[in-house]
């Protein structure tokens, strides 16, 4: 009995141990727990004031706001709870001041007075309450008297000068200045001063002022953040303020950031400073005020390009009276709309078709009219719509249909118009004037062969050196010049058709400027001659495209290769060509190619080995879009390959290379107009002074 009395004494004295161990034993892992939650909410929100793209967004408030709250949640009654709890207020408190839904500044008041009801022990009630008090002043209703209006007014006024005060303060102290939480609180004090009364006189200069802060900041920081938070502000000026002398002020300000270039934020090692204010109840608020004084250290920011404006940097075109191309050239990738305008007899304004880029700047000197003046357009012309947005306006004579589509690798917008399509003069086998000498696209085109024209473009060129050989010094651009000239002089005299070739030197051409000129050369087809290249030495073959949808890893590969860009700008690119594919002359381009791969592969066969069929393939080729005629691209040989390379620098697989390549279009010719190449009796021939015209 006395043993069981002990025993239950002893599991007693354990327990009550173990109850004073659990009361006063402090929370350390919760604690802990929640104070890595507030870091975390803190991160969230420093990169939410730097990033003013972000701020637009109500869910990016949002997801911070939920962290500050996460705080309050992991630990109610512990000592980071009131901090967490009044962070999320001041962050509904500042995204009614860009949303003034009713529903946020309630959110912010009923947090507020949680703090004050459940932690009045904690420095963040009187914080609490001096928010509510602020929140109420600053929201009061419209209708006020003019006393009370001269009163804000007078308020607002004393802000500013305290604001001056700051900033004069911050320029006669060449120390201060070298830390970035000084330069921060005087652009405080000035924003101050606008949310102090967001439509009193004093609104527009504390808003200037706080940009002109922000641009000095940024030319001794060079954060990109800098610069797009004193754009921003700027631009808040323009458009909230037209009246105001500081919006022809902000208006220089943007201009004078348009050509300045952003360089590398100098790595410096700023110092805490120190807080005047010592802590009196709540360590952890003194914690949070001490951390917060300190330097902020630079947020990385993968997206930063998307704060920059873009710059249009030029207008070109190509025109023949029934299409004309035009093209917008910017430093880097951007949105964009376009719309075509009703003619407008009542302000003399005839159809106009433009295309607005947004988040874009003009450079200084670009022209800003460029006249057209063919049977379609008039002019083209460039303006800054808006401060963030570039209108380019087409002046439209007459036209029958138009496409837009954009390019990337360097970032481009191209505009294709297309007018009525003169009737072709094709005759039937006719009379001429005895002793008429006629041209050979003549001869062709009186012969219904259907093709009497042709366009051979010889890939890369100039600056553009295209894939580099496997023998030392041997360049694309150079080999597919050799093989463009020998088959334009074969096609003339073998098919008797016109050729024209988009280079016949060693100049670099844009990619959309070789369709161009086929399209205004009114071409019947039109070649692309290029020489493939792997990683893989090991790779031969010869293949032909044509514009489609790619439809295999290697083709997508290649058409990334010769359209200068990446695999994931070839799988953007295919989202627009089920549009642009509706004029294209799909079939035809596929009967063109398989023509000539399959003569490629069968002359070719009878001179050497190992020649490798790799098929006809689609793609969706930057120099292939808009083309008005049968397309293709051929790659000849793979320039990376030793005994390929080898064949393409040899006059002889060039001359060869280029009569199958005639065959192949001979071909194709054949089955379009069967009767093409059929010779007539000489005796039919000849009748009375007239003769008919025969094909040689």
């Not at 949640?73 to 001041?90: C, F």
Request: aromatic residues 8%; hydrophobic residues 35%.
């Amino acid at each position: 009995m006395r043993k069981n009395i002990k025993k239950l004494n002893t599991i007693c004295l354990f327990a009550c141990c173990m109850l004073v161990l659990a009361v006063l034993w402090p929370r350390t892992p919760s604690a802990a727990t929640a104070r890595d939650k507030y870091n975390q909410a803190e991160t969230c929100y420093k990169k939410l004031r730097n990033n003013s793209k972000k701020q637009k967004y109500r869910d990016q408030w949002l997801k911070c706001i939920d962290k500050f709250q996460e705080v309050y949640r992991r630990d109610p009654s512990g000592p980071w709870a009131p901090a967490g709890l009044y962070m999320s207020g001041k962050l509904y408190q500042q995204l009614y001041n860009l949303s003034f839904k009713d529903s946020d500044r309630k959110e912010a008041l009923d947090i507020y007075e949680r703090i004050i009801k459940r932690f009045p022990q904690s420095q963040y009630r009187q914080k609490a309450a001096n928010a509510i008090v602020a929140f109420s002043k600053a929201h009061r209703p419209k209708t006020v008297d003019v006393k009370a209006r001269f009163s804000r007014s007078n308020r607002g006024r004393a802000k500013y000068v305290a604001a001056e005060s700051c900033y004069n303060k911050l320029l006669k102290s060449s120390k201060k200045q070298k830390y970035r939480d000084q330069w921060l609180k005087c652009i405080d004090k000035f924003q101050e001063v606008y949310r102090h009364d967001p439509a009193g006189p004093w609104a527009a200069v504390g808003l200037y002022m706080s940009a002109e802060l922000y641009q000095e900041l940024y030319n001794r920081s060079y954060k990109k953040s800098d610069k797009q938070e004193a754009l921003d502000l700027y631009g808040r000026i323009i458009k909230h303020f037209p009246r105001s002398q500081y919006r022809q002020k902000a208006s220089a300000a943007i201009g004078s950031f348009s050509g300045a270039e952003t360089r590398k934020v100098a790595s410096e090692t700023v110092k805490p400073q120190k807080t005047a204010e010592k802590p009196v109840v709540d360590q952890i608020a003194a914690e949070i005020e001490r951390g917060s004084l300190a330097q902020v250290p630079a947020v990385k920011n993968d997206k930063i390009s998307e704060n920059r404006h873009a710059v249009v940097k030029g207008l070109r075109f190509w025109s023949n009276p029934s299409y004309t191309r035009i093209v917008i050239d910017a430093d880097s990738e951007t949105a964009f709309t376009h719309r075509l305008l009703k003619k407008d007899p009542s302000i003399n304004k005839p159809q106009r078709l433009y295309v607005e880029l947004d988040n874009s700047r003009l450079v200084e000197d670009l022209e800003k009219t460029i006249p057209i003046n063919d049977n379609l357009l008039s002019d083209v012309r460039a303006g800054q719509y808006t401060p963030d947005s570039v209108r380019v306006v087409v002046d439209i004579k007459s036209f029958k249909t138009y496409k837009i589509f954009p390019l990337k690798n360097p970032f481009r917008i191209v505009i294709d118009v297309w007018g009525k399509q003169p009737q072709p003069t094709r005759a039937k086998a006719g009379t001429v004037p005895k002793g008429t000498k006629l041209p050979p696209s003549a001869l062709a085109k009186q012969l219904a062969l259907g093709v009497s024209r042709i366009v051979i473009d010889p890939g890369h060129g100039g600056r553009d050196y295209g894939a580099p050989g496997y023998l030392k010094g041997v360049h694309e651009k150079d080999v597919v010049l050799k093989i463009a000239r020998r088959l334009a002089k074969k096609i003339r005299s073998k098919l008797q058709c016109e050729v024209f070739l988009t280079r016949n030197s060693d100049r670099y051409l844009t990619l959309e400027e070789r369709t161009a000129i086929a399209n205004t050369k009114n071409a019947d087809l039109f070649i692309s001659i290029h020489t493939n290249a792997s990683r893989d030495r090991r790779a031969y073959g010869i293949e032909t495209f044509f514009l489609n949808l790619a439809t295999d890893e290697d083709a997508i590969m290649v058409a990334a290769r010769e359209n200068a860009t990446s695999k994931k700008n070839i799988s953007d690119l295919q989202t627009i060509l089920s549009d642009l594919m509706q004029n294209a002359k799909i079939n035809e381009s596929s009967r063109l190619a398989a023509n000539v791969q399959e003569a490629m592969h069968k002359h070719l066969r009878k001179n050497y080995s190992r020649i490798k069929n790799k098929g006809v393939k689609q793609a969706p080729f930057y120099v292939l879009l808009g083309a008005q005629m049968p397309s293709i691209l051929i790659e000849t040989a793979f320039i990376s390959n030793s005994r390929e390379c080898k064949r393409l620098v040899n006059g002889k697989y060039q001359d060869r290379v280029s009569a199958a390549i005639v065959a192949g279009i001979r071909n194709y010719i054949k089955e379009t107009s069967p009767t093409a190449f059929i010779k007539s009796s000489p005796q039919k021939a000849l009748k009375g002074n007239d003769f008919i015209v025969l094909v040689p």
